[in-house]
């Protein structure tokens, strides 16, 4: 059963960084590309961006390039988001997701991330 | 970027009705257009892949369909099971783009 379990999620002020983890479980990691997105909490969705299952390509929504990172630990079956300066309209639920039958076959439960001083 | 009009925002319906959910895509996105589930608390869940296709383990009551970049979603014999939020979603060209979903509720 494919499982995606993300962590690192909480309360942030403006401008620190975070790092979310999302532990994936179930299936080979290393042979699928991995998807980021989030939801505000008005519900709407947002994808952040994506990575080859070798680490070696990222692809990023342009109004989130410059201040998020993701990244890949196939040994330890790990998807990363590095986020900076956070911002409070980046205080949404992060999802990590699989593919499947398309790019975003699978989600994980999410993780909470609140911006605020 | 790929805009996604999704319409209506919320709907309510009843037991049994049929309902259908749109998506209109501001250029062409093939079949490269998903619908998912999502309901509260919960994550969201694929529903229909390639415009018209089940995902495997979804009732045959759901349904895909396209009219150019109009995109459906069609629900029959609407149960108590199907409230929640819709999303549909293009994966046609980055940066991959969502619709602003839709509530649906049972009266």
């Known amino acids: 059963e494919v499982q995606l379990v993300e962590s690192g999620g909480g309360l942030v002020k403006p401008g620190a960084s975070l790092k979310l983890s999302c532990v994936a479980s179930g299936f080979t990691f290393s042979d699928y590309w991995m998807s980021w997105v989030r939801q505000t909490p008005g519900k709407t969705m947002e994808w952040i961006g994506d990575?080859?299952?070798?680490?070696?390509?990222?692809n990023y929504a342009p109004s989130l390039k410059n201040r998020f990172t993701i990244s890949r630990d196939n040994a330890k079956s790990t998807l990363y988001l590095q986020m900076s300066n956070v911002r409070s309209e980046d205080t949404a639920t992060y999802y990590c997701?699989?593919?499947?039958?398309?790019?975003?076959?699978?989600w994980g439960q999410g993780v909470m991330v609140t911006v605020s001083s | 970027d790929i805009q996604m009009t999704q319409s209506p925002s919320s709907m309510s319906a009843s037991l049994g009705d049929t309902v259908t959910i749109n998506c209109l895509a501001s250029q062409d996105i093939g079949n490269y257009l998903s619908w998912y589930q999502q309901k509260p608390g919960k994550s969201p869940k694929l529903m229909i892949y390639g415009a018209t296709n089940l995902e495997d383990g979804v009732p045959s009551r759901f349904s895909g369909s396209r009219s150019g970049s109009d995109y459906s979603l069609t629900i029959n014999s609407l149960g108590y099971d199907d409230e929640g939020i819709y999303h549909c979603h293009q994966y046609y060209e980055y940066p991959w783009t969502f619709g602003g979903g839709t509530k649906l509720e049972l009266k």
């Open positions: 997701t699989r593919a499947s039958n398309n790019p975003l076959g699978y």
């Open positions: 990575i080859k299952y070798d680490g070696s390509y990222t």
